[in-house]
């Protein structure tokens, strides 16, 4: 069969019969990091949500998303493959939650590496404890700004 067929020893896990890291990426078959896409959901929901608190300093967060937003497709990898940029920059971007966010478990698709995943998702949670501290300490400060109905 060419297709990913179900294995008798566990029924509900999936054995890989073509391109194994597209399958796995996408969820059928067991990886070493199965909770990627969820902590990279969660990741963009802290960001996006330090970016809206931004509003208690500026009137307008809407500059903000995009300049986050920008920087994903730059660094992130979305126009150009990081292997592709200069050493400096792919360094850069490799720093950055973008790497993680985009790049790691896009190019799972093209070859599935378990040491890779396992290191896309240690970064994502690294991120995830940065972003909540940054929207804590954001948040708490906010309310000290904030003035509703004169107080």
Not at 33 to 60: E, K, M, Q, R, Y
Not at 84 to 112: D, I, K, N
Not at 114 to 124: D, E, F, G, M
Request: charged share 10%.
């Amino acid at each position: 069969m060419n297709g990913v067929e179900s294995s008798e020893t566990t029924p509900f896990r999936y054995r890989c019969r073509i391109r194994p890291g597209a399958a796995r990426s996408i969820g059928l078959c067991p990886s070493p990091a199965p909770h990627t896409f969820g902590d990279g959901g969660l990741l963009s929901l802290l960001c996006n949500a330090t970016i809206g608190l931004s509003a208690f300093w500026i009137v307008d967060a809407s500059p903000v998303q995009w300049v986050w937003q920008k920087s994903s497709f730059v660094l992130g990898g979305l126009f150009v493959p990081l292997s592709l940029y200069p050493s400096w920059l792919r360094t850069l971007a490799l720093m950055t939650p973008f790497s993680a966010l985009l790049h790691g478990p896009g190019s799972m698709v093209f070859g599935f590496d378990p040491r890779a995943a396992v290191h896309t998702a240690l970064k994502l949670v690294a991120w995830i404890a940065v972003a909540t501290v940054l929207l804590v300490v954001l948040h708490r400060r906010g309310l000290r700004v904030v003035n509703i109905h004169g107080g």
